[in-house]
C-alpha cells in the first residue's frame, strides 16, 4: 500500500537482515514543538509480524512480510486485525520472478489485553498453518485490495477496502473505488457487497477510511486515495451501513444527507492512513493520522470537531519508513495508547505505544 510492488519486492529480499536492526534499542526521535496530550514521543514495543517476531507468523500463518494491522473489536472478546498485501513463499513465484508469492489480505485474530510486550495472535482465517487471503481482486481491473477499516454491527463484521487500479511512486497510488465487505461467521468468510465508492465525484473523498462506532452511530473518516487529501466525515446509522442512500456528510458544520460532494475537510491536507477512537483517560476523541511530517495526535470533543493542529508523536523517517497507524480499541482508557505502525524497510508490523497525560 505505501510503496510500489517492484520496491517492496527489492526491499523485502532484506527482512531477515534487517529486522533485528529495526527493532532492537529503537525510539522514535523528538518532535518538535509542544505537546498538549503527547507525555513523550512514540515508541517501539515489538515486532508482530515475520522472521523473529514475538508472533511465529511465518510457521503459524505463512506470513513472511506484511504492512497495516487495522484493529477492531468484533464485539465477542476478539480483536480482529486486517492485513494488507502479504508475503509467503511457496517456490511458484520464482517461475513468473519473484521471490516471494503475494496475496492481498489476510486476518489475524487475538485475546491479548496485556500489551505493554506486545500483541500474541491467537488464531487466523484460514486452515491450519496458514491465513487465507479474504478477498481476491479482479485482475482484469485491479492489481490488489486493501483493507482500511472495520468495524462489527451487530453479528456481522465490516471490512471497507479500496480496489487498486495502479501503483504510481512512492506514497502514491490511485484507486479504482473503494467497497464494503462483510462477514457473517466472526470473519472466517468475506464477500464484497453492493457498496461501492467510485473513485470520481464527492466519492473521491472516501477512497480511504476509518471507522468509529459511537452507540447505534458509525461515523467513516474519508481521504482520497494516496496520502495527498484532507479528511472529511459521513455518519450513517449503524444497521444501514450497506446503504449509502442513508449516510449523512458534514458540511460547513451541519449534515447534509446523501451527498459526498457537500463534505468538506474537518482535517488538513495532507492525510492519509488514520484511525479514531474516544479515549476515556482524556476525556476527548483521538485520532491517529499519516501526515507529510509524520503521525500527527489529534483530538476534539466530539467525532465532527473540531480537530486541533496536531502533535508530531511519530517522526516521518523515525523509524524509518514507517506508516499507517491504528489505534489498538482495547489500549483507550489509560496512560498509553497503543497502535500498530508499519515499515516499509523490511515490510513489517510493529506494536507502537504513546505516553498520554491529562491537562
Known amino acids: 500500500m505505501s510503496r510500489s510492488r517492484l520496491s517492496r519486492i527489492r526491499t523485502a529480499m532484506t527482512i531477515v537482515v534487517t529486522a533485528a536492526a529495526l527493532t532492537t534499542g529503537l525510539a522514535v526521535g523528538s518532535p ?21 517476531a514475538i508472533n511465529d507468523t511465518v510457521g503459524r500463518y505463512q506470513i513472511i ?5 487495522i484493529m477492531w473489536d468484533n464485539g465477542r472478546g476478539e480483536i480482529l486485525t486486517a492485513f494488507g498485501d502479504t508475503q509467503s513463499f511457496n517456490g511458484w513465484s520464482l517461475l513468473h520472478g519473484s521471490l516471494f508469492h503475494w496475496r492481498s489480505n489476510v486476518l489475524l ?34 492489481i490488489t485490495l486493501i483493507p482500511t477499516a472495520g468495524v462489527a454491527v451487530g453479528n456481522r463484521q465490516y471490512l471497507n477496502y479500496m480496489s ?15 467497497g464494503l465487505a462483510v462477514s457473517t461467521d466472526n470473519g472466517r468468510s468475506w464477500h464484497r457487497t453492493d457498496t461501492y ?66 463534505s468538506t475537510p474537518i482535517m488538513p491536507p495532507k492525510s492519509g492512513e488514520m484511525s479514531v477512537a474516544w479515549n476515556s483517560y482524556l476525556g476527548k476523541y483521538v485520532a491517529l493520522v499519516q501526515t507529510d511530517p509524520g503521525v ?25 519508513s514507517g506508516y499507517a497507524p491504528f489505534i489498538h480499541p482495547w489500549s483507550t482508557s489509560g496512560w498509553t495508547l497503543y497502535f500498530t505502525y508499519s515499515v516499509s524497510y523490511g515490510y513489517q508490523v510493529y506494536l507502537m505505544r504513546l505516553p498520554l497525560r491529562r491537562n
Open 32 to 52: 518538535a514543538g509542544a505537546a498538549d496530550y503527547a507525555a513523550g514521543n512514540a515508541s517501539m514495543v515489538a515486532r508482530l509480524t515475520g522472521p523473529g
Open 65 to 69: 512480510g506484511t504492512d497495516l494491522g
Open 109 to 142: 485474530r487475538s485475546t491479548d489485553r496485556n500489551l505493554a510486550d506486545g500483541m500474541t495472535f491467537t488464531g487466523h482465517t484460514g486452515p491450519p498453518g496458514y491465513a487465507s487471503r479474504l478477498l481476491k481482486p479482479n485482475l482484469r481491473r485491479e
Open 164 to 178: 487498486v487500479k495502479r501503483w504510481v511512486a512512492d506514497s502514491h497510488w490511485v484507486t479504482n473505488f473503494s
Open 197 to 262: 465508492r467510485p473513485n470520481s465525484g464527492g466519492n473521491v473523498k472516501f477512497q480511504m477510511s476509518a471507522y468509529l462506532k459511537v452507540g447505534d452511530t458509525v461515523y467513516q473518516y474519508g481521504t482520497p486515495d494516496s496520502r495527498w487529501g484532507a479528511v472529511y466525515l459521513a455518519r450513517v446509522p449503524a444497521s444501514q451501513i450497506e446503504n449509502l442512500g442513508a449516510y449523512e456528510y458534514f458540511s460547513r458544520g451541519r449534515w447534509v444527507p446523501r451527498n459526498p460532494g457537500a
Open 296 to 320: 500527527m495526535l489529534r483530538t476534539a470533543d466530539s467525532p465532527q470537531g473540531p480537530w486541533s493542529a496536531g502533535e508530531l508523536v511519530v517522526s516521518r523517517n523515525d523509524p524509518y
